[in-house]
Protein backbone atom coordinates (compact mmCIF):
# COMPACT_ATOMS: atom_id res chain seq x y z
CA UNK A 1 0.00 0.00 0.00
CA UNK A 2 1.14 3.36 -0.61
CA UNK A 3 2.34 5.99 2.08
CA UNK A 4 2.75 10.02 2.46
CA UNK A 5 4.68 11.59 4.79
CA UNK A 6 4.37 14.84 5.92
CA UNK A 7 7.67 15.81 8.04
CA UNK A 8 6.75 19.33 9.19
CA UNK A 9 4.05 19.15 11.99
CA UNK A 10 3.69 22.69 11.78
CA UNK A 11 5.61 25.91 9.92
CA UNK A 12 5.39 29.64 10.99
CA UNK A 13 7.03 32.47 8.44
CA UNK A 14 6.50 36.08 8.50
CA UNK A 15 3.86 37.63 5.86
CA UNK A 16 5.32 37.86 2.20
CA UNK A 17 8.00 35.43 2.71
CA UNK A 18 8.24 32.40 0.84
CA UNK A 19 7.32 28.72 3.05
CA UNK A 20 8.36 25.14 0.94
CA UNK A 21 6.35 22.15 2.59
CA UNK A 22 7.96 18.88 2.00
CA UNK A 23 6.28 15.50 1.12
CA UNK A 24 7.33 11.86 0.32
CA UNK A 25 5.14 9.32 -0.74
CA UNK A 26 5.86 5.62 -1.38
CA UNK A 27 4.53 3.53 -4.05
CA UNK A 28 5.47 0.45 -6.67
CA UNK A 29 3.29 1.65 -9.29
CA UNK A 30 4.29 4.39 -11.95
CA UNK A 31 1.42 6.36 -13.06
CA UNK A 32 -0.45 8.49 -10.04
CA UNK A 33 -1.57 11.41 -9.31
CA UNK A 34 -0.69 13.81 -6.46
CA UNK A 35 -2.32 16.46 -5.27
CA UNK A 36 -1.98 19.15 -2.24
CA UNK A 37 -5.14 20.32 -0.52
CA UNK A 38 -5.50 23.37 2.14
CA UNK A 39 -8.08 23.24 5.03
CA UNK A 40 -8.64 26.04 7.08
CA UNK A 41 -10.62 26.16 9.63
CA UNK A 42 -13.57 26.39 7.79
CA UNK A 43 -13.24 22.66 7.65
CA UNK A 44 -13.13 22.50 3.83
CA UNK A 45 -10.48 20.59 1.97
CA UNK A 46 -9.62 22.59 -1.06
CA UNK A 47 -7.38 22.01 -4.06
CA UNK A 48 -4.80 23.88 -4.16
CA UNK A 49 -2.22 22.26 -6.87
CA UNK A 50 -2.42 18.69 -8.72
CA UNK A 51 0.62 16.90 -10.71
CA UNK A 52 0.29 14.17 -12.63
CA UNK A 53 3.36 11.83 -12.46
CA UNK A 54 3.97 10.88 -16.07
CA UNK A 55 4.50 15.21 -16.75
CA UNK A 56 7.85 15.95 -16.34
CA UNK A 57 6.75 19.79 -15.91
CA UNK A 58 6.19 20.64 -12.74
CA UNK A 59 2.84 22.16 -11.48
CA UNK A 60 2.25 26.02 -10.90
CA UNK A 61 -1.23 28.15 -9.90
CA UNK A 62 -0.18 31.53 -9.14
CA UNK A 63 1.66 32.04 -6.09
CA UNK A 64 2.03 28.02 -5.89
CA UNK A 65 4.30 25.94 -6.92
CA UNK A 66 5.35 22.46 -6.66
CA UNK A 67 9.18 20.65 -7.22
CA UNK A 68 7.92 16.99 -8.20
CA UNK A 69 10.87 15.00 -8.18
CA UNK A 70 9.49 11.19 -9.32
CA UNK A 71 12.63 8.74 -8.93
CA UNK A 72 13.03 10.36 -5.24
CA UNK A 73 9.23 10.09 -4.61
CA UNK A 74 9.15 13.66 -3.50
CA UNK A 75 6.66 16.08 -4.00
CA UNK A 76 6.90 19.79 -2.12
CA UNK A 77 4.86 22.61 -2.18
CA UNK A 78 6.32 26.58 -2.76
CA UNK A 79 4.54 29.02 -1.71
CA UNK A 80 5.84 32.43 -2.72
CA UNK A 81 4.49 36.27 -1.32
CA UNK A 82 3.14 34.64 1.29
CA UNK A 83 -0.29 35.92 2.87
CA UNK A 84 -2.14 35.63 5.77
CA UNK A 85 -5.28 33.54 4.36
CA UNK A 86 -2.83 31.18 3.53
CA UNK A 87 -2.73 30.22 7.01
CA UNK A 88 -4.30 26.51 7.23
CA UNK A 89 -3.44 23.13 7.23
CA UNK A 90 -2.21 21.48 4.26
CA UNK A 91 -2.08 17.88 2.89
CA UNK A 92 -0.03 16.01 0.46
CA UNK A 93 -2.16 13.39 -0.94
CA UNK A 94 -1.43 10.12 -3.80
CA UNK A 95 -3.93 8.38 -5.74
CA UNK A 96 -3.25 5.84 -8.44
CA UNK A 97 -5.33 6.34 -11.95
CA UNK A 98 -7.96 4.01 -12.40
CA UNK A 99 -5.89 2.33 -15.66
CA UNK A 100 -2.36 2.23 -13.44
CA UNK A 101 -3.54 -1.21 -12.12
CA UNK A 102 -3.39 -0.47 -8.35
CA UNK A 103 -6.97 -0.47 -8.07
CA UNK A 104 -9.56 2.16 -7.87
CA UNK A 105 -9.14 3.33 -4.17
CA UNK A 106 -9.31 6.92 -2.79
CA UNK A 107 -6.71 9.93 -1.59
CA UNK A 108 -3.99 8.65 0.82
CA UNK A 109 -3.20 11.70 2.76
CA UNK A 110 -0.02 12.78 4.88
CA UNK A 111 -0.85 13.77 8.48
CA UNK A 112 0.03 17.74 7.47
CA UNK A 113 1.39 20.53 8.05
CA UNK A 114 0.08 23.16 9.85
CA UNK A 115 1.22 26.63 7.86
CA UNK A 116 0.62 29.79 9.78
CA UNK A 117 1.66 32.88 8.28
CA UNK A 118 2.10 35.44 10.80
CA UNK A 119 1.48 39.26 9.67
CA UNK B 1 -22.93 26.94 -9.50
CA UNK B 2 -23.67 25.20 -5.66
CA UNK B 3 -20.85 22.62 -4.06
CA UNK B 4 -20.93 19.66 -2.56
CA UNK B 5 -23.09 19.78 0.10
CA UNK B 6 -22.97 18.02 3.42
CA UNK B 7 -26.11 17.44 6.12
CA UNK B 8 -26.08 17.63 8.52
CA UNK B 9 -22.86 19.60 9.71
CA UNK B 10 -22.89 18.53 13.41
CA UNK B 11 -24.37 15.79 15.19
CA UNK B 12 -24.36 13.75 18.65
CA UNK B 13 -25.31 10.43 18.87
CA UNK B 14 -25.14 7.52 21.38
CA UNK B 15 -22.68 5.19 21.95
CA UNK B 16 -25.00 1.55 20.36
CA UNK B 17 -27.02 4.13 18.16
CA UNK B 18 -26.86 4.15 14.30
CA UNK B 19 -25.95 7.32 12.39
CA UNK B 20 -26.86 8.45 8.34
CA UNK B 21 -24.70 11.28 6.87
CA UNK B 22 -25.87 12.59 3.74
CA UNK B 23 -23.82 14.42 0.22
CA UNK B 24 -25.50 16.01 -2.59
CA UNK B 25 -22.36 16.38 -4.91
CA UNK B 26 -21.74 19.35 -7.36
CA UNK B 27 -24.50 18.93 -10.36
CA UNK B 28 -23.36 16.68 -12.94
CA UNK B 29 -20.92 15.09 -10.85
CA UNK B 30 -21.25 11.26 -11.02
CA UNK B 31 -18.14 10.11 -8.18
CA UNK B 32 -18.72 10.43 -4.78
CA UNK B 33 -16.45 9.58 -2.31
CA UNK B 34 -16.36 9.70 1.93
CA UNK B 35 -13.06 10.22 4.22
CA UNK B 36 -12.82 9.80 7.58
CA UNK B 37 -10.68 12.73 9.40
CA UNK B 38 -9.42 12.32 13.22
CA UNK B 39 -6.63 13.66 14.95
CA UNK B 40 -4.82 10.48 15.87
CA UNK B 41 -5.42 8.91 12.14
CA UNK B 42 -5.63 11.80 9.68
CA UNK B 43 -8.03 11.12 6.97
CA UNK B 44 -8.51 8.18 5.78
CA UNK B 45 -10.67 6.77 2.89
CA UNK B 46 -13.81 5.19 3.33
CA UNK B 47 -15.31 4.73 0.18
CA UNK B 48 -16.32 5.61 -3.33
CA UNK B 49 -19.20 5.49 -5.45
CA UNK B 50 -20.15 5.93 -8.83
CA UNK B 51 -23.01 5.66 -10.93
CA UNK B 52 -24.64 3.56 -8.22
CA UNK B 53 -22.04 1.44 -7.28
CA UNK B 54 -19.06 1.11 -4.99
CA UNK B 55 -15.94 1.31 -7.01
CA UNK B 56 -13.57 0.58 -3.81
CA UNK B 57 -13.97 0.59 -0.12
CA UNK B 58 -11.21 1.50 2.68
CA UNK B 59 -9.95 -0.90 5.55
CA UNK B 60 -12.99 -0.04 7.56
CA UNK B 61 -15.12 -2.67 9.97
CA UNK B 62 -18.49 -3.48 7.92
CA UNK B 63 -20.39 -1.75 10.64
CA UNK B 64 -19.51 1.52 8.44
CA UNK B 65 -21.76 1.54 4.61
CA UNK B 66 -22.51 3.89 2.38
CA UNK B 67 -24.59 3.95 -0.79
CA UNK B 68 -25.78 5.95 -4.30
CA UNK B 69 -28.76 7.11 -5.61
CA UNK B 70 -29.41 7.68 -9.33
CA UNK B 71 -29.01 11.07 -8.51
CA UNK B 72 -25.84 10.95 -7.10
CA UNK B 73 -26.72 11.70 -3.67
CA UNK B 74 -25.05 9.74 -1.68
CA UNK B 75 -25.61 8.70 2.06
CA UNK B 76 -22.87 7.18 4.94
CA UNK B 77 -24.04 4.67 7.19
CA UNK B 78 -22.34 3.75 10.92
CA UNK B 79 -24.27 1.31 12.94
CA UNK B 80 -23.68 0.85 16.22
CA UNK B 81 -21.35 3.71 17.58
CA UNK B 82 -18.49 3.30 19.21
CA UNK B 83 -16.41 6.08 20.99
CA UNK B 84 -14.04 5.58 18.42
CA UNK B 85 -16.51 7.02 15.47
CA UNK B 86 -16.14 10.44 16.60
CA UNK B 87 -14.40 12.27 13.59
CA UNK B 88 -15.14 14.87 10.38
CA UNK B 89 -16.61 13.03 7.99
CA UNK B 90 -15.89 14.27 4.23
CA UNK B 91 -17.84 13.98 1.11
CA UNK B 92 -15.57 14.58 -2.01
CA UNK B 93 -17.22 14.87 -5.16
CA UNK B 94 -15.67 14.10 -9.16
CA UNK B 95 -16.81 14.55 -12.52
CA UNK B 96 -16.18 11.07 -13.00
CA UNK B 97 -12.49 10.31 -11.65
CA UNK B 98 -11.17 11.95 -9.29
CA UNK B 99 -7.53 11.79 -10.37
CA UNK B 100 -8.35 13.11 -13.94
CA UNK B 101 -10.98 15.42 -13.17
CA UNK B 102 -10.19 16.59 -9.91
CA UNK B 103 -11.97 16.26 -5.88
CA UNK B 104 -14.38 18.97 -4.89
CA UNK B 105 -15.12 18.09 -1.09
CA UNK B 106 -17.70 19.20 1.58
CA UNK B 107 -17.34 20.96 4.58
CA UNK B 108 -17.90 18.14 6.70
CA UNK B 109 -19.94 16.34 9.51
CA UNK B 110 -18.76 16.81 12.82
CA UNK B 111 -19.83 13.24 13.94
CA UNK B 112 -19.18 13.17 18.38
CA UNK B 113 -20.14 9.75 19.65
CA UNK B 114 -21.16 10.04 23.52
Known amino acids: AQTVTQSQPEMSVQEAETVTLSCTYDTSENNYYLFWYKQPPSRQMILVIRQEAYKQQNATENRFSVNFQKAAKSFSLKISDSQLGDTAMYFC????????????????FGKGTHLIIQP | KAGVTQTPRYLIKTRGQQVTLSCSPISGHRSVSWYQQTPGQGLQFLFE???????NKGNFPGRFSGRQFSNSRSEMNVSTLELGDSALYLC?????????????FGSGTRLTVV
Open chain 1, 93 to 108: AFRHTLYSGGGADGLT
Open chain 2, 49 to 55: YFSETQR
Open chain 2, 92 to 104: ASSLRDGANYGYT
